[in-house]
Nanobody, 125 residues
Framework: VQLQASGGGLVQAGGSLRLSCAAS????????MGWFRQAPEKEREFVAA????????LYADSVKGRFTISRDNAKNTVYLQMNSLKPEDTAVYYC???????????????????WGQGTLVTVSS
């Protein structure tokens, strides 16, 4: 599967952005989808993930209550709605996919075999 992330940009603190990740292929609904981010000079970190079933999601504590992950299997797209953005949310955001991810590994980047190219989010103070 090929992933194409978009929607990044420059926003002021407190603002909102919605990231999208479009996937190719006919088996999108079989993939667990995740969002990860990497800030300058920092390790990549988990942001959110959503299982094949729409109701099962997982969030990093740092974004819980501010970010919402969702998916539209008919459009082969996963979204990340980001509200109340903070300067520390500044990073390149990557979407990831894999059929083999299980609940205990949803937040583990090495469990995802497919990655998008990343989209830059910059939050100014």
């Amino acid at each position: 599967v090929q992933l194409q992330a978009s929607g990044g940009g420059l926003v002021q603190a407190g603002g909102s952005l919605r990231l999208s990740c479009a996937a190719s292929g006919r088996t999108f609904s079989r993939y667990v989808m995740g969002w990860f981010r990497q800030a300058p000079e920092k390790e990549r970190e988990f942001v959110a993930a959503i299982k094949r079933s729409y109701s099962s999601t997982l969030y990093a504590d740092s974004v819980k209550g501010r970010f919402t992950i969702s998916r539209d299997n008919a459009k082969n797209t996963v979204y990340l709605q980001m509200n109340s953005l903070k300067p520390e949310d500044t990073a390149v955001y990557y979407c990831a996919a894999d059929e083999s991810v299980i609940t205990s590994t949803m937040a583990v980047g090495s469990g995802y075999g497919y990655w998008g190219q990343g989209t830059l989010v910059t939050v100014s103070s």
